[in-house]
């Protein structure tokens, strides 16, 4: 049976209307890999299945879908680099969590620390999506979320690269200025580099805005900075 035009009409106009009220859902089912790696070369890695979701919204989309990935993909096992739960190793099982939730933040730390042990010749091999991959896609996909930036921070600081290490922590605490973490984890990174007043003042913050471990305040007091 043939539908009328006008019906065939009013059903466009629905989908219109529809798809204007939920941009932010058609958004977020895309999560392309972008940037490129610290070797020049373009990122790429698996294709999307499960999700992807945004790790900042899990009481908004529910946790339900979280516990999904982590009971099979994301285990302590896996997390702390033993094993893998559903692959031979735990790049792969930290590969499908990461690409189901791009901002995973425990998961983009293990990656980093999986990879900062093959440099360290701790384990052998490479890896075919290296962290600044998955990072670089994490804050395209959340880019509200600081986190992301701040274990970028961490990561290439680790590799002795501290001018993009600092744009990083530095756009960190842009997103969250009084996270007692950002601050306290900002100010270790200057201390490295010897600017003791800037990590004194950073510091401060840390410790008024939360309660971080007192190793960083040991650190200042030792080198006579802290006030």
Not at 167 to 176: G, I, N, P, R, V
Not at 192 to 220: D, F, I, S, V
Request: with cysteine.
């Amino acid at each position: 049976m043939k539908i009328p035009l006008e019906i065939n009409f009013k059903i466009y106009l629905y989908f219109i209307l529809i798809c204007s009220l939920y941009p932010s859902y058609t958004r977020a089912k895309q999560a392309p890999w972008v940037g490129t790696s610290l070797s020049g070369f373009p990122c790429t890695g698996g294709g999307q299945g499960y999700g992807p979701f945004d790790y900042t919204q899990v009481a908004t989309i529910g946790k339900k879908h979280l516990t999904i990935v982590e009971s099979a993909h994301f285990p302590p096992k896996v997390e702390n680099l033993i094993a893998g739960n559903t692959s031979s190793t735990p790049v792969g099982d930290i590969d499908y969590t990461l690409r189901a939730w791009p901002n995973h933040h425990r998961a983009l730390l293990s990656i980093i620390r999986y990879q900062l042990q093959i440099k360290q010749k701790i384990r052998q091999g490479k890896l075919e999506t290296p962290p600044e991959c998955y990072l670089q896609r994490a804050i395209a996909f959340s880019p509200q979320d600081p986190a992301p930036h701040s274990l970028f921070g961490y990561y290439l600081t680790k590799l002795k690269k501290y001018k993009q290490a600092e744009k990083h922590y530095l756009k960190a605490l842009e997103l969250s200025p009084n996270n007692s973490k950002l601050n306290y984890s900002y100010s270790l990174f200057l201390i490295k580099l010897k600017r003791y007043n800037e990590a004194l003042k950073y510091a401060k913050t840390a410790y008024q805005k939360g309660r971080p471990p007192e190793g960083l305040k040991r650190k200042l007091i030792k080198l006579n900075v802290w006030k």
